[in-house]
């Protein structure tokens, strides 16, 4: 745990101002805005909560004539947490506070 810190935009978050931030985000909009991005996702029940796996539609990668999906990105619906990860090492990961911010972080 030490290895990251739970943050948004560079502030610091309990686990309880953590916990409330995905409750009242709205997946449907979440999933336009994903589709104009030409992303896919598949959708996960765990012991933690409801988690999505974000992905390009089509593989961005081939090395060694093997495809791969290079980025993904791990959202929790239940704790508004983000994993983001390239070639399944994660980079970053912290949280979102509303949609927009959300968002946000799909296309960079």
Same mark, same amino acid.
């Given at each position: ?14 686990? %309880? ?11 449907? $909009? /979440? ?22 796996? /974000? ?29 983001? %990860? /390239? ?16 968002? $946000?972080?799909?296309? $960079?």
């Amino acid at each position: 745990k030490q290895w990251y810190q739970r943050r948004v935009h560079g502030e610091s978050l309990s686990e %309880r101002q953590a916990g409330r931030m995905g409750a009242d985000l709205d997946w449907d $909009a /979440v999933h336009t805005q994903l589709q104009a991005l030409n992303l896919k996702y598949d959708k996960y029940e765990e012991y933690n909560g409801t988690w999505y796996f /974000v992905t390009r539609e089509h593989f961005d990668l081939f090395m060694l004539e093997e495809p791969y999906n290079s980025l993904s990105m791990l959202v929790n619906f239940t704790s508004s947490e983000y994993i983001f %990860r /390239v070639l399944g090492t994660t980079r970053e990961r912290g949280f979102y506070t509303d949609l927009d911010d959300l968002i $946000a972080y799909f296309p $960079a």
